[in-house]
Every structure is written in structure tokens, then in C-alpha cells.
């Protein structure tokens, strides 16, 4: 009962911050009560598919549809937009993760294991991204700093640009590479995966950017 109630805990806390992070991200009001709601159905369907079962890249796939169905209809985010800010948190949150990963690693307070959760070294890391995520949304949020591009209406036709499109299209790898970080980690090829992960940010940001200027405003440098 301890491990679950542990399990849950940090997991709610986890889901809690990759919302923050996005929302703060694109300007979207938060709404503190429904974050923690989403996050402890998906701690309860990750404890029984990863805890019990040690389906991670089950559990990986299933988390990140639940990200977008909760951005999609519970948070009312249009469908094509749910699933941008979907791609970019979960590939945002990752990054940061994976810079934790190896300075466990380093430490000796990590590995293959931590994956499956039920870890002390799992929970620091949980712990540690989730504030640095937090932190870094607060500092987005404060400083005026995200993208407002994502139209408040959920429902109605869009039509996306070239630059959404792209920003789709980056979404489509995103399970994949969280599920290499597992296969990866005792390889040599491990250290290309924050690199794949930086690559796709950039382009996000790049884009994002783009995207948020074009028509909105003009910017005299």
C-alpha cells in the first residue's frame, strides 16, 4: 500500500508539472484542480501497466494518449492543436529528464531498473524534473516569454499553416524516442537520444516562434 500511495503521489506530482510546463508554454490558463485529476487517473493506469505488469513502452504509449485526450476534452484545446501541445511537452519534459538521467548515472544512483518506478532513485528523479519543469514554466509565465498562437475555441475548422503542419509532423516520433531512452540506455548509442530530443525542440522553438510573429506582430531590432 505504501509503494502505491508513493507511486501515485510522485506520479500526480510529474503529470502536475508536464501541464504546467505546456500550459505556461502557449499562454493557456491553469487550471490546478483538473491538472491533479488527469494526473491521478494516469498514475493509477501507469502503476497497474508499468508497476504491476513492467509494460513500460505499454505504459509510455498509453500515458501519452491519455496527455492528449485530457488536453483534447478535458482542458477543451482543439483536436490538431492537443496534439502539438502534447508532442512538445512530453518531448520539453523528456529532455529535462534525460539531463537528470545522466547525472544520476554518473553518481551511481541510476539504472535500467528505475525505469519499472518503485525506486527511491525513480522518485528523486521524478522529484527533480518535475520542479525543474515547474521552475522553468514559472519563469515562462512571469516573464511573458510562451507562444499564444493556440486559438481558445476548441471546436470549429482550422486551417493550419505550413509551419503547423511541421509542428505536427514533429509529434509523430515522440513515443518512439521515450521508448528507445529504455532500450538505449546500456548502449553506446544512448547519448544520441538528447541530441534527437534538442533537435526537435529546436525546431519546435524555431517554428513556435515563427508561427507567433508572422501576422501577430512586428518586432523592430
Given at each position: ?48 501497466i508499468r508497476a504491476n505488469n513492467q509494460w513500460v ?44 538521467i545522466f547525472l544520476l548515472n554518473r553518481i551511481g ?27 522553468i514554466g514559472y519563469y515562462i509565465g512571469r516573464k ?78
Open positions: 500500500m505504501l509503494n502505491f500511495g508513493l507511486f501515485v503521489v510522485f506520479s500526480v506530482i510529474e503529470t502536475f508539472a508536464m501541464f504546467f510546463f505546456g500550459f505556461k508554454l502557449f499562454k493557456i490558463d491553469i487550471y490546478p484542480k483538473e491538472m491533479i485529476f488527469a494526473g491521478a487517473i494516469m498514475a493509477f493506469f501507469s502503476y497497474i513502452e505499454v505504459d509510455i504509449i498509453i500515458q501519452y494518449g491519455l496527455m492528449f485526450c485530457f488536453y483534447w476534452l478535458l482542458f477543451r484545446t482543439h483536436l490538431f492543436y492537443a496534439a502539438i501541445l502534447t508532442g512538445i511537452t512530453y518531448q520539453a519534459y523528456s529532455f529535462i529528464q534525460l539531463v537528470y544512483n541510476f539504472s535500467s531498473h528505475t525505469f519499472y518506478g518503485m525506486e527511491i532513485s525513480t522518485y528523486v528523479m521524478q522529484l527533480l524534473t518535475s520542479c525543474t519543469a515547474i521552475i511573458r516569454k510562451g507562444f499564444d498562437f493556440i486559438p481558445d475555441k476548441p471546436d470549429g475548422t482550422i486551417t493550419p499553416s505550413k509551419r503547423e503542419i511541421l509542428m505536427f509532423i514533429l509529434n509523430l516520433p515522440t513515443a518512439a524516442i521515450i521508448i528507445s531512452i529504455t532500450h538505449l540506455y546500456n548502449s553506446d548509442y544512448f547519448y544520441t537520444v538528447p541530441l534527437i530530443y534538442g533537435f526537435l525542440l529546436f525546431c519546435y522553438i524555431y517554428l513556435s516562434y515563427k508561427k507567433d510573429r508572422s501576422g501577430h506582430e512586428y518586432l523592430k531590432l
